[in-house]
């Protein structure tokens, strides 16, 4: 197979393991960096462009879009998908993915465990929101925030209220949610490649800090998930229309709830932890699945 990866660092541990694994395989994949590749979308004909080359050939694409470039990105995926190219995750899935708003809308619907959860545009009715999700402590965060950034603990109805009223001022959207105090700090990632979860950590913060994300010096060790928390990844996952996620859920006395489902989930950390080639589950899974045309969407959303 002749495989695109779209990344902007070729050189991070994920896309290395995924290279790796692929050319011991025998395909070829050539890694692509997004924001250089250029389109022409005239009628009936697309074409994409990347250093004076054109892009064809390809089976299958595996997109690793940063989040800072979610919206050119996508774009670019989208064009290989009207070509008829197998992507891993599809474009519409990954834009729904970066927004956590609609992400909570997506998994609601399904019937997926997840805090509660309240989100307004104004700051006017500040308390009334601060009273739907049960009171303080709660956790506020940014709709497009990723590495523990911009996801803050408020203890108090007033420190809630200010940041409310912070964030309102930036003209930032925001979520407020009921800050599972019982998960002690720690979370659940998940693996899901198609309909499995491949592998599991327990992922937990640097002392003092209630955020658990390694980018901010966490350290994470492999466990064994409950049968409710496996089927609450993968139905995660499917509800948000992606093959391969990381899906991120707290242990809280209501049973597994849903944080955060990461279309681009670093290996790193995941196979350091487990011992489990995920990346060589990815390309099984291509293997399996890839065929021209088979895209959902067909670069429709
Ligand atoms: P990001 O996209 O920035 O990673 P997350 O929603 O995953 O944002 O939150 C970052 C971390 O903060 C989580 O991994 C978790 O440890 C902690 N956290 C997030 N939401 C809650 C919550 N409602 N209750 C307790 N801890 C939370
Ligand atoms: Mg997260």
Do not use: W
Request: contains cysteine; hydrophobic residues 40%; charged residues 25%.
């Amino acid at each position: 197979m002749k495989i695109a990866l779209l990344t902007r660092n070729p050189n991070l541990y994920s896309h290395q393991r995924l290279m790796e694994v692929a050319r011991a395989r025998g395909h070829v994949i050539d890694p692509i960096d997004t924001l250089k590749v250029y389109i022409n979308i005239a009628s009936h004909r697309p074409e994409m462009r990347y250093k004076g080359e054109v892009l064809e050939g390809y089976d299958a694409v595996i997109p690793r879009i940063g989040a800072s470039v979610t919206f050119f990105g996508t774009a670019v995926l989208r064009q290989f998908e009207m070509m008829g190219v197998y992507p891993l995750n599809e474009s519409v899935a990954i834009s729904r993915s970066r927004d956590k708003l609609r992400s909570f809308q997506l998994l609601s619907r399904k019937g997926v465990g997840l805090p509660v959860t309240a989100f307004s545009h104004g700051t006017s009715e500040a308390d009334d929101l601060l009273d739907m999700v049960g009171g303080p402590p709660v956790i506020i965060k940014l709709l497009e925030g990723t590495q523990g950034v911009g996801v803050v603990l408020a203890d108090t109805r007033d420190a809630a209220r200010s940041m409310i009223q912070a964030f309102g001022k930036l003209k930032a959207n925001v979520l407020v949610q009921e800050f599972i105090k019982e998960a002690g700090g720690k979370d659940i990632r998940c693996l899901v490649v198609g309909d499995k979860v491949v592998a599991s950590m327990m992922r937990k913060g640097a002392d003092g800090d209630f955020r658990s994300n390694l980018h901010r010096g966490g350290t994470a060790r492999q466990i064994k998930i409950t049968p409710e928390e496996r089927s609450t990844a993968v139905r995660a996952a499917r509800a948000m229309g992606l093959n391969v996620a990381g899906v991120d859920m707290l242990r809280s006395n209501h049973g597994p709830v849903v944080m955060e489902v990461n279309s681009s989930p670093g290996l790193e950390g995941v196979e350091k932890a487990t011992g489990i080639d995920v990346a060589g589950k990815i390309i099984d899974f291509i293997e399996k699945n890839a065929r021209h045309g088979r895209t959902k969407t067909k670069g429709r959303g």
